[in-house]
Structures are given as C-alpha cells and as structure tokens.
C-alpha cells in the first residue's frame, strides 16, 4: 500500500501537492514563494499530507475533505453526487481543474493504480524525477514541463 496519508479525498494528490514537496525536501527558496500567495510565513509552509497529523492549514478547512470523511468516505470518486457545488465553488482554478481531471480517473483506476499514475503525470520525462502539480519545470533538470 502506498502512503496512505498523500491521498486527499477531493483527489488533488498530496504526493504532488507544492506545499509538500516543499516541506519535504526542505526547499526554502520553494517555501518562500508559496508563503506569498498564502500570506505567510515560509516556516508555515508544512504538512505531511491531508490525512497525517501535520496538514496545511487551508487543508484543514476544506469542505470537500469533510464531507468525504462524514459519509465514510475516502474520496469524491465514491460520491454519485461528484461533482458537487463544494467542487465546482472550490476558489483555485488549476486545483479544481485537476480535481476533474483526478476523480474520474481515481474511480477507473481505483486507489493504487491511481497514486501511481498521478506519480507518473507528474515526473519529467526527461529524468525522472517527481514534480509538484504546477510546476513550470522539472527542478532536477530544468525541463520545461
């Protein structure tokens, strides 16, 4: 079983997520730049994924992880009411674009097979290495995604 903790209910992948590459590669220079478009600090710039014990505080809040939990729920590919208004109200853009593309996809292929290709989406063809979703360029190789 993969990391269970990286798999967010609304399907925006945590293992791919800015926030946690950051952390979890310790990339300041990273850390400063997504502090800027939350208004924060960049030592705020943690988490370990939705469902771990250091979540983002914006992750916190979400009504779609919410709802997901209270029907008993590991995510909206389950849900016959996808997409709902918590989905088509959620205020980012590029998230909501992929939590589109994302939740089809994870009720296709089912949790696995799902982390491994949203693993495989965002890794440079060129060398391999994982990136975070919206990034511009692979940050091993400098490949222009």
């Not at 590991?74 to 997409?83: S, T």
């Not at 205020?91 to 982390?115: C, D, F, N, S, Y």
């Amino acid at each position: 079983m993969s990391n269970h903790e990286l798999v967010s209910p609304c399907g925006l992948y945590c293992g791919v997520c800015s926030i946690y590459y950051a952390y979890s590669n310790n990339n300041q220079k990273l850390k400063e730049k997504i502090a800027k478009v939350y208004n924060e600090t960049p030592d705020k710039i943690a988490c370990k994924g939705c469902r771990s014990d250091m979540v983002y505080w914006y992750c916190t809040i979400c009504q779609i992880k919410t709802c997901a939990l209270e029907k008993g729920f590991e995510g909206c590919y389950q849900c016959q009411e996808f997409p709902c208004d918590k989905i088509e109200s959620f205020p980012v853009p590029e998230g909501k674009k992929h939590i589109l593309r994302a939740v089809p996809e994870w009720r296709k292929l089912g949790t696995e097979q799902w982390i491994k290709e949203e693993e495989k989406l965002f890794s440079c063809n060129k060398c391999g290495d994982h990136f975070f979703r919206g990034a511009r360029k692979c940050p091993s190789c400098g490949k222009l995604q």
